[in-house]
Protein backbone atom coordinates (compact mmCIF):
# COMPACT_ATOMS: atom_id res chain seq x y z
CA UNK A 1 0.00 0.00 0.00
CA UNK A 2 1.81 3.17 -0.87
CA UNK A 3 0.71 5.49 1.61
CA UNK A 4 3.23 8.18 1.45
CA UNK A 5 1.62 10.04 4.05
CA UNK A 6 3.71 9.66 7.28
CA UNK A 7 1.69 8.51 10.62
CA UNK A 8 2.10 10.82 13.36
CA UNK A 9 0.74 8.89 16.52
CA UNK A 10 0.29 11.12 19.97
CA UNK A 11 0.32 9.50 23.22
CA UNK A 12 -0.52 12.15 25.62
CA UNK A 13 -1.55 11.35 29.62
CA UNK A 14 -0.29 12.14 33.04
CA UNK A 15 2.91 12.09 34.96
CA UNK A 16 3.77 8.38 35.33
CA UNK A 17 0.43 7.09 33.82
CA UNK A 18 2.88 4.81 31.95
CA UNK A 19 4.01 6.89 28.15
CA UNK A 20 7.43 5.86 27.89
CA UNK A 21 7.02 2.11 29.49
CA UNK A 22 4.33 2.18 26.43
CA UNK A 23 6.30 3.37 23.47
CA UNK A 24 9.59 1.38 24.78
CA UNK A 25 7.46 -1.80 24.34
CA UNK A 26 6.21 -0.28 20.88
CA UNK A 27 9.97 0.46 19.51
CA UNK A 28 11.17 -2.82 20.58
CA UNK A 29 8.01 -5.29 19.61
CA UNK A 30 6.52 -2.44 17.01
CA UNK A 31 8.73 -4.15 14.10
CA UNK A 32 8.58 -0.73 12.52
CA UNK A 33 11.38 2.34 11.62
CA UNK A 34 9.99 4.61 14.19
CA UNK A 35 10.74 8.44 14.73
CA UNK A 36 10.49 9.83 18.82
CA UNK A 37 9.52 13.05 19.91
CA UNK A 38 9.63 13.81 23.46
CA UNK A 39 8.27 17.13 25.39
CA UNK A 40 10.49 16.50 28.24
CA UNK A 41 10.15 19.16 31.03
CA UNK A 42 10.95 18.63 35.23
CA UNK A 43 12.93 15.28 34.34
CA UNK A 44 14.68 17.03 31.63
CA UNK A 45 16.32 13.80 29.78
CA UNK A 46 15.10 10.55 31.87
CA UNK A 47 12.40 10.00 29.24
CA UNK A 48 14.58 10.33 26.18
CA UNK A 49 17.54 8.08 27.81
CA UNK A 50 14.66 5.15 28.85
CA UNK A 51 13.90 5.42 25.09
CA UNK A 52 17.75 5.53 23.57
CA UNK A 53 18.35 2.90 25.60
CA UNK A 54 16.29 0.10 24.47
CA UNK A 55 17.50 -1.22 21.59
CA UNK A 56 15.69 0.38 18.87
CA UNK A 57 17.65 1.14 16.03
CA UNK A 58 21.62 0.95 15.56
CA UNK A 59 23.56 3.68 17.54
CA UNK A 60 24.26 5.86 14.87
CA UNK A 61 20.72 6.91 14.07
CA UNK A 62 19.20 6.86 18.03
CA UNK A 63 19.91 10.83 18.10
CA UNK A 64 17.93 11.72 15.16
CA UNK A 65 15.28 9.30 15.82
CA UNK A 66 14.64 10.38 18.82
CA UNK A 67 14.10 14.01 19.25
CA UNK A 68 13.66 15.40 22.71
CA UNK A 69 12.40 19.00 22.99
CA UNK A 70 13.51 20.34 26.72
CA UNK A 71 11.92 24.16 26.14
CA UNK A 72 8.74 23.52 27.77
CA UNK A 73 5.28 22.48 27.12
CA UNK A 74 4.86 21.23 24.04
CA UNK A 75 1.65 23.23 23.03
CA UNK A 76 3.21 26.07 24.20
CA UNK A 77 6.18 26.11 21.57
CA UNK A 78 4.51 24.70 19.15
CA UNK A 79 6.36 27.01 16.44
CA UNK A 80 9.85 27.11 18.02
CA UNK A 81 10.82 23.97 18.83
CA UNK A 82 7.70 21.43 17.48
CA UNK A 83 7.38 22.65 13.82
CA UNK A 84 11.15 23.16 13.26
CA UNK A 85 11.71 19.33 14.52
CA UNK A 86 9.08 17.65 12.63
CA UNK A 87 10.00 19.28 9.65
CA UNK A 88 13.75 18.06 10.35
CA UNK A 89 12.52 14.51 10.34
CA UNK A 90 10.12 14.84 7.49
CA UNK A 91 13.27 15.50 5.70
CA UNK A 92 13.91 11.84 6.04
CA UNK A 93 10.21 10.39 6.25
CA UNK A 94 11.48 7.86 3.61
CA UNK A 95 13.44 6.21 6.01
CA UNK A 96 10.78 5.79 8.53
CA UNK A 97 7.13 4.01 8.94
CA UNK A 98 6.24 6.72 11.42
CA UNK A 99 6.62 9.14 14.32
CA UNK A 100 5.31 9.05 17.55
CA UNK A 101 5.05 12.32 19.83
CA UNK A 102 4.89 11.41 23.33
CA UNK A 103 3.35 14.81 25.58
CA UNK A 104 3.98 16.03 28.97
CA UNK A 105 0.69 14.94 30.52
CA UNK A 106 0.81 19.12 31.27
CA UNK A 107 -0.03 19.72 27.59
CA UNK A 108 -3.02 20.58 25.95
CA UNK A 109 -3.60 18.08 22.94
CA UNK A 110 -5.67 20.62 20.79
CA UNK A 111 -2.49 23.10 19.60
CA UNK A 112 -0.84 19.98 18.82
CA UNK A 113 -3.21 18.32 16.46
CA UNK A 114 -4.02 21.85 14.94
CA UNK A 115 -0.16 21.71 14.79
CA UNK A 116 -0.11 18.87 12.32
CA UNK A 117 -2.35 20.70 9.87
CA UNK A 118 0.19 23.02 9.45
CA UNK A 119 0.46 24.28 5.57
CA UNK A 120 4.62 22.65 5.68
CA UNK A 121 3.83 19.58 6.91
CA UNK A 122 0.33 18.52 6.66
CA UNK A 123 0.66 17.04 3.38
CA UNK A 124 3.44 14.78 4.52
CA UNK A 125 1.56 13.19 7.52
CA UNK A 126 -2.01 11.95 8.75
CA UNK A 127 -2.86 12.01 12.75
CA UNK A 128 -2.70 8.22 13.10
CA UNK A 129 -4.57 8.56 16.48
CA UNK A 130 -4.57 10.14 19.84
CA UNK A 131 -3.86 7.72 22.47
CA UNK A 132 -4.06 8.38 26.21
CA UNK A 133 -2.95 6.80 29.01
CA UNK A 134 -4.85 6.58 32.13
CA UNK A 135 -3.22 5.56 35.06
CA UNK A 136 -5.82 3.36 36.13
CA UNK A 137 -4.60 2.53 39.91
CA UNK A 138 -5.08 5.96 40.46
CA UNK A 139 -8.39 6.98 38.66
CA UNK A 140 -9.77 3.52 40.85
CA UNK A 141 -8.89 5.47 43.97
CA UNK A 142 -10.58 8.26 42.60
CA UNK A 143 -8.04 10.72 41.32
CA UNK A 144 -6.66 10.83 37.28
CA UNK A 145 -3.17 11.07 39.03
CA UNK A 146 -1.56 8.85 41.40
CA UNK A 147 0.76 12.28 42.87
CA UNK A 148 -1.26 15.14 42.15
CA UNK A 149 0.96 17.16 44.45
CA UNK A 150 4.32 17.27 42.15
CA UNK A 151 2.10 17.43 38.93
CA UNK A 152 0.39 20.99 40.83
CA UNK A 153 3.82 21.73 42.00
CA UNK A 154 5.02 21.32 38.68
CA UNK A 155 2.68 23.35 37.24
CA UNK A 156 2.61 26.49 39.03
CA UNK A 157 6.69 26.07 38.84
CA UNK A 158 7.24 26.00 35.63
CA UNK A 159 7.50 29.57 33.32
CA UNK A 160 7.28 27.80 30.05
CA UNK A 161 3.64 27.06 30.57
CA UNK A 162 1.60 29.26 29.32
CA UNK A 163 -1.82 28.08 30.10
CA UNK A 164 -2.75 26.92 33.71
CA UNK A 165 -5.09 24.33 33.25
CA UNK A 166 -6.72 22.40 36.15
CA UNK A 167 -5.83 18.33 36.31
CA UNK A 168 -9.79 17.37 35.74
CA UNK A 169 -9.78 19.98 33.22
CA UNK A 170 -6.53 18.67 31.47
CA UNK A 171 -7.47 15.14 31.90
CA UNK A 172 -11.22 15.93 29.98
CA UNK A 173 -9.23 17.40 27.50
CA UNK A 174 -6.68 14.33 26.76
CA UNK A 175 -10.25 11.91 27.06
CA UNK A 176 -12.08 14.04 24.79
CA UNK A 177 -9.10 13.61 22.51
CA UNK A 178 -8.20 10.92 22.62
CA UNK A 179 -9.26 8.14 19.71
CA UNK A 180 -7.68 4.96 21.84
CA UNK A 181 -7.71 4.78 25.85
CA UNK A 182 -5.34 2.84 27.39
CA UNK A 183 -5.69 2.17 31.41
CA UNK A 184 -2.31 1.19 32.36
CA UNK A 185 -1.65 -0.68 35.70
CA UNK A 186 -4.67 -2.82 35.09
CA UNK A 187 -2.10 -5.37 36.51
CA UNK A 188 -3.20 -4.07 39.77
CA UNK A 189 -6.94 -3.98 39.20
CA UNK A 190 -9.62 -6.06 40.08
CA UNK A 191 -12.17 -7.25 37.44
CA UNK A 192 -14.87 -4.65 38.77
CA UNK A 193 -12.15 -1.72 39.42
CA UNK A 194 -11.43 -1.75 36.29
CA UNK A 195 -15.09 -1.49 35.01
CA UNK A 196 -15.16 1.30 37.27
CA UNK A 197 -12.46 3.19 35.79
CA UNK A 198 -13.97 2.15 32.40
CA UNK A 199 -17.17 3.44 33.04
CA UNK A 200 -15.10 6.84 34.90
CA UNK A 201 -13.38 7.14 31.20
CA UNK A 202 -16.38 7.27 29.00
CA UNK A 203 -18.36 9.68 31.55
CA UNK A 204 -15.59 11.69 30.85
CA UNK A 205 -14.09 11.76 27.58
CA UNK A 206 -15.43 10.35 24.20
CA UNK A 207 -17.83 7.66 24.67
CA UNK A 208 -17.23 5.79 20.93
CA UNK A 209 -13.25 5.98 21.58
CA UNK A 210 -12.19 2.04 22.78
CA UNK A 211 -10.96 1.88 26.44
CA UNK A 212 -8.20 -1.04 26.75
CA UNK A 213 -6.21 -2.30 29.91
CA UNK A 214 -2.79 -2.73 29.68
CA UNK A 215 -0.28 -3.78 31.91
CA UNK A 216 3.80 -2.37 31.57
CA UNK A 217 3.08 -1.40 28.22
CA UNK A 218 2.46 -4.09 26.57
CA UNK A 219 -0.04 -4.39 23.50
CA UNK A 220 -0.08 -5.76 20.27
CA UNK A 221 1.89 -2.96 18.31
CA UNK A 222 -0.43 -2.99 15.44
CA UNK A 223 -3.18 -1.59 17.35
CA UNK A 224 -1.30 1.62 18.22
CA UNK A 225 0.95 1.60 15.10
CA UNK A 226 -1.66 0.75 12.78
CA UNK A 227 -1.53 -1.66 10.41
CA UNK A 228 1.64 -0.53 8.78
CA UNK A 229 3.32 -3.08 6.18
CA UNK A 230 1.50 -4.74 3.19
CA UNK A 231 -1.92 -6.99 4.30
CA UNK A 232 0.25 -9.72 5.47
CA UNK A 233 0.83 -8.06 8.66
CA UNK A 234 -2.36 -9.57 9.58
CA UNK A 235 -1.16 -13.20 9.66
CA UNK A 236 1.58 -12.00 11.86
CA UNK A 237 -0.94 -10.76 14.32
CA UNK A 238 -3.19 -13.60 13.89
CA UNK A 239 -0.41 -15.76 15.07
CA UNK A 240 0.50 -13.36 18.56
CA UNK A 241 -3.20 -13.60 18.64
CA UNK A 242 -3.10 -17.58 19.23
CA UNK A 243 0.87 -16.98 21.42
CA UNK A 244 -1.89 -14.54 23.48
CA UNK A 245 -4.71 -16.69 24.18
CA UNK A 246 -2.14 -19.69 24.90
CA UNK A 247 -0.48 -17.20 27.88
CA UNK A 248 -4.33 -16.55 28.61
CA UNK A 249 -4.69 -20.00 29.61
CA UNK A 250 -1.82 -20.61 31.03
CA UNK A 251 -2.66 -17.29 33.54
CA UNK A 252 -6.17 -18.23 33.88
CA UNK A 253 -4.64 -21.85 35.93
CA UNK A 254 -2.53 -18.98 38.19
CA UNK A 255 -5.18 -16.50 38.56
CA UNK A 256 -8.80 -16.11 38.22
CA UNK A 257 -9.36 -12.54 38.84
CA UNK A 258 -6.55 -11.36 36.36
CA UNK A 259 -8.03 -11.80 32.85
CA UNK A 260 -8.52 -8.62 32.04
CA UNK A 261 -5.01 -6.75 31.81
CA UNK A 262 -4.81 -8.35 28.45
CA UNK A 263 -7.15 -8.57 25.73
CA UNK A 264 -7.61 -10.31 22.38
CA UNK A 265 -8.06 -8.51 19.35
CA UNK A 266 -9.57 -9.82 15.82
CA UNK A 267 -7.91 -9.40 12.84
CA UNK A 268 -9.32 -9.84 9.21
CA UNK A 269 -9.27 -8.58 5.91
CA UNK A 270 -11.93 -7.44 2.95
CA UNK A 271 -11.72 -7.45 -0.48
CA UNK A 272 -14.80 -6.64 -3.03
CA UNK A 273 -16.00 -5.65 -5.41
CA UNK A 274 -19.27 -2.94 -4.73
CA UNK A 275 -20.15 0.48 -5.87
CA UNK A 276 -18.66 2.73 -3.03
CA UNK A 277 -20.39 6.11 -1.81
CA UNK A 278 -18.00 8.27 0.39
CA UNK A 279 -20.26 9.71 2.45
CA UNK A 280 -21.83 6.22 3.46
CA UNK A 281 -18.58 4.59 3.84
CA UNK A 282 -17.86 6.88 6.23
CA UNK A 283 -21.13 6.81 8.22
CA UNK A 284 -21.55 3.06 8.00
CA UNK A 285 -17.45 2.40 9.91
CA UNK A 286 -18.30 5.42 12.56
CA UNK A 287 -21.39 3.08 13.35
CA UNK A 288 -19.62 0.28 13.47
CA UNK A 289 -16.85 1.63 15.68
CA UNK A 290 -18.45 1.07 18.80
CA UNK A 291 -20.83 -2.06 17.83
CA UNK A 292 -17.62 -3.91 17.11
CA UNK A 293 -15.67 -2.11 19.03
CA UNK A 294 -13.55 -1.38 16.25
CA UNK A 295 -9.84 -0.50 16.74
CA UNK A 296 -8.61 -0.20 13.69
CA UNK A 297 -9.16 0.03 9.73
CA UNK A 298 -6.56 0.47 7.35
CA UNK A 299 -7.11 0.25 3.27
CA UNK A 300 -8.57 1.31 0.42
CA UNK A 301 -11.38 1.86 -1.94
CA UNK A 302 -11.90 2.63 -5.62
CA UNK A 303 -15.12 4.90 -6.05
CA UNK A 304 -16.31 5.35 -9.91
CA UNK A 305 -15.40 8.33 -11.76
CA UNK A 306 -12.46 8.84 -9.02
CA UNK A 307 -8.73 8.55 -11.11
CA UNK A 308 -7.68 8.02 -7.65
CA UNK A 309 -8.03 5.44 -4.88
CA UNK A 310 -9.92 7.18 -1.29
CA UNK A 311 -6.95 5.88 1.21
CA UNK A 312 -8.58 5.15 4.78
CA UNK A 313 -6.88 5.07 8.31
CA UNK A 314 -8.64 4.60 10.96
CA UNK A 315 -8.32 4.57 14.82
CA UNK A 316 -11.01 3.91 16.93
CA UNK A 317 -13.79 7.30 15.73
CA UNK A 318 -11.04 9.15 13.86
CA UNK A 319 -11.82 9.01 10.12
CA UNK A 320 -8.82 9.96 7.92
CA UNK A 321 -9.29 9.32 4.22
CA UNK A 322 -7.25 11.13 1.28
CA UNK A 323 -7.25 10.32 -2.62
CA UNK A 324 -3.47 8.65 -3.65
CA UNK A 325 -1.89 6.35 -6.04
CA UNK A 326 -1.97 2.70 -4.91
CA UNK A 327 1.07 0.88 -5.68
CA UNK A 328 1.53 -0.90 -8.92
CA UNK A 329 0.72 -4.30 -7.89
CA UNK A 330 -1.79 -3.29 -5.40
CA UNK A 331 -4.96 -5.50 -5.85
CA UNK A 332 -7.65 -3.51 -8.37
CA UNK A 333 -12.04 -3.98 -9.10
CA UNK A 334 -13.07 -3.59 -12.27
CA UNK A 335 -14.86 -1.13 -11.36
CA UNK A 336 -14.99 0.08 -7.79
CA UNK A 337 -14.53 -1.76 -4.64
CA UNK A 338 -12.89 -1.76 -1.21
CA UNK A 339 -9.84 -3.49 0.26
CA UNK A 340 -9.50 -3.00 3.96
CA UNK A 341 -7.41 -4.94 6.88
CA UNK A 342 -9.20 -4.37 10.11
CA UNK A 343 -8.39 -4.90 13.94
CA UNK A 344 -11.51 -5.20 16.42
CA UNK A 345 -12.04 -6.74 20.02
CA UNK A 346 -15.45 -8.55 18.68
CA UNK A 347 -16.44 -11.03 15.72
CA UNK A 348 -18.48 -9.72 12.97
CA UNK A 349 -17.07 -6.91 11.24
CA UNK A 350 -16.42 -8.28 7.66
CA UNK A 351 -20.18 -9.71 7.66
CA UNK A 352 -21.72 -6.31 9.36
CA UNK A 353 -19.24 -4.22 6.33
CA UNK A 354 -20.65 -6.86 3.61
CA UNK A 355 -24.14 -6.03 4.98
CA UNK A 356 -23.65 -2.31 5.24
CA UNK A 357 -22.55 -1.87 1.70
CA UNK A 358 -24.77 -4.38 0.11
CA UNK A 359 -28.05 -2.83 2.09
CA UNK A 360 -26.69 1.19 0.70
CA UNK A 361 -26.14 -0.63 -2.71
CA UNK A 362 -29.75 -1.56 -2.86
CA UNK A 363 -31.58 1.78 -1.71
CA UNK A 364 -29.50 3.56 -4.27
N1 LIG B 1 2.47 -2.07 37.91
C1 LIG B 1 2.58 -1.34 36.81
N2 LIG B 1 3.52 -0.37 36.72
C2 LIG B 1 3.60 0.37 35.59
C3 LIG B 1 2.73 0.15 34.49
N3 LIG B 1 3.04 1.02 33.51
C4 LIG B 1 4.06 1.78 33.97
N4 LIG B 1 4.41 1.37 35.23
C5 LIG B 1 5.47 1.94 36.06
O1 LIG B 1 5.10 3.28 36.39
C6 LIG B 1 6.23 4.15 36.40
C7 LIG B 1 5.98 5.33 35.47
O2 LIG B 1 5.86 4.85 34.15
P1 LIG B 1 6.34 5.70 32.88
O3 LIG B 1 6.18 4.85 31.69
O4 LIG B 1 7.69 6.30 33.12
O5 LIG B 1 5.28 6.85 32.90
P2 LIG B 1 5.26 8.18 32.00
O6 LIG B 1 3.85 8.45 31.67
O7 LIG B 1 6.21 8.07 30.87
O8 LIG B 1 5.77 9.23 33.06
P3 LIG B 1 6.51 10.66 32.76
O9 LIG B 1 7.60 10.40 31.79
O10 LIG B 1 7.03 10.99 34.12
O11 LIG B 1 5.46 11.55 32.27
C8 LIG B 1 7.42 3.28 35.99
O12 LIG B 1 8.08 2.88 37.16
C9 LIG B 1 6.79 2.07 35.31
O13 LIG B 1 7.57 0.92 35.45
C10 LIG B 1 1.74 -0.91 34.59
O14 LIG B 1 0.92 -1.17 33.71
N5 LIG B 1 1.73 -1.61 35.77
Redesign the pocket.
Known sequence: MSANRLPVTVVT??????????LRHLLREGNQRLAVVVNEFG?VG??GD?LKNCGLCPDDEVDERIVELNNGCLCCTVQEDFLPAMEALLLRSNQLDGIII?T??LALPKPLLQALNWPAIRNKVFINGVVT?VDGYALSNGSPVSDLKSINEQMTNDNSIDHITPIDELFRDQLISADLVLV?????LSAKDFLFVEEEVKKRGNSNANVLP????IIEPSVILGLCKEQNNIYRLDQNNQNQNQNQNHDHDHDHDHDHDHVDVISDHLRMETPIDQDVLREMFLRLVPEYQILRVKGKCWIEGKALPLQIQMVGPRFNSWFEAANENAWQPRQSGIDIVFLSLREGVKEAVVNSLCISTRIK
Open positions: GFLGSGKTTLTLDLESGLSRSDLISNG
